[in-house]
Nanobody
Framework: QVQLVESGGGLVQPGGSLRLSCAAS????????MRWYRQAPGKQRELVAGIAGGGSTNYADSVKGRFIISRDNAKNTVYLQMNSLKSEDTAVYYC???????????????WGTGTLVTVSE
């Protein structure tokens, strides 16, 4: 099994910055894609940013130029640097990992429990 634990959420004013972290632990053999999703009240969960094991990244149009995703493979950790935050960025942010556990040949999807980001005066 793989556990994902997010941290770094909180309350921030518009225009401010936050850095989210997500650490994966457990019987990990390898992690391929790691992604950040978010879900605002009354809305569907949406992809914010993703990063492959080799480092290639992709972003939702709404966060391009403001958010930066990165990862530390040695620590099995993914980060999301969020700058120039807007009220519409308010949501619960979830970490996702596509991982292979030791002794398995099947890649599985794992989710964290989420961290709340509130952008408000």
């Amino acid at each position: 099994q793989v556990q994902l634990v997010e941290s770094g959420g909180g309350l921030v004013q518009p225009g401010g910055s936050l850095r989210l972290s997500c650490a994966a632990s457990g019987s990990i053999f390898s992690i391929n894609y790691m992604r950040w999703y978010r879900q605002a009240p009354g809305k569907q969960r949406e992809l914010v940013a993703g990063i492959a094991g080799g480092g290639s990244t992709n972003y939702a149009d709404s966060v391009k130029g403001r958010f930066i995703i990165s990862r530390d493979n040695a620590k099995n950790t993914v980060y999301l640097q969020m700058n120039s935050l807007k009220s519409e960025d308010t949501a619960v942010y979830y970490c996702f990992a596509d991982a292979l556990t030791k002794g398995s040949t099947i890649w599985r999807a794992y989710w964290g429990t989420g961290t709340l980001v509130t952008v408000s005066e």
